[in-house]
Nanobody, 126 residues
């Protein structure tokens, strides 16, 4: 099985930044699509951003576009979510997810992803 681990969550003030990372234990992200999702208490899981590793294709939700950036670090085999200009509305548990793919397309649908990390808490104070 693909084991994903997220890190980088924490508590920041509004307007601050956090850098989340997602790594796969003992496996390369080659031929995988990787996505970030978030879920706040009482709310549905929400798509944040996705990347197709082999092609570098990226897609960001409108709610985070121009503030968040997803990228891949080939040397570290890690997917990064750089979050800037954070708002209290960004407070949620952030999950990394992966799916096998041989195409350049990305997916914003949670059901397309087969592997999920345990999540990392992001809290943005007012």
């Amino acid at each position: 099985q693909v084991q994903l681990v997220e890190s980088g969550g924490g508590l920041v003030q509004a307007g601050g930044s956090l850098r989340l990372s997602c790594a796969a234990s003992g496996r390369s992200f080659n031929n995988y699509g990787v996505g970030w999702f978030r879920q706040a208490p009482g709310k549905e899981r929400e798509f944040v951003a996705a990347i197709t590793w082999s092609y570098g294709t990226t897609y960001h939700a409108d709610s985070v576009k121009e503030r968040f950036t997803i990228s891949g670090d080939n040397a570290l085999n890690t997917v990064i979510l750089q979050m800037n200009s954070l708002k209290p509305e960004d407070t949620a548990v952030y999950y990394c997810a992966a799916r096998r793919t041989t195409t350049w397309t990305t997916s914003s649908q949670a059901y397309d992803y087969d592997y999920w990390g345990q999540g990392t808490q992001v809290t943005v104070s007012s």
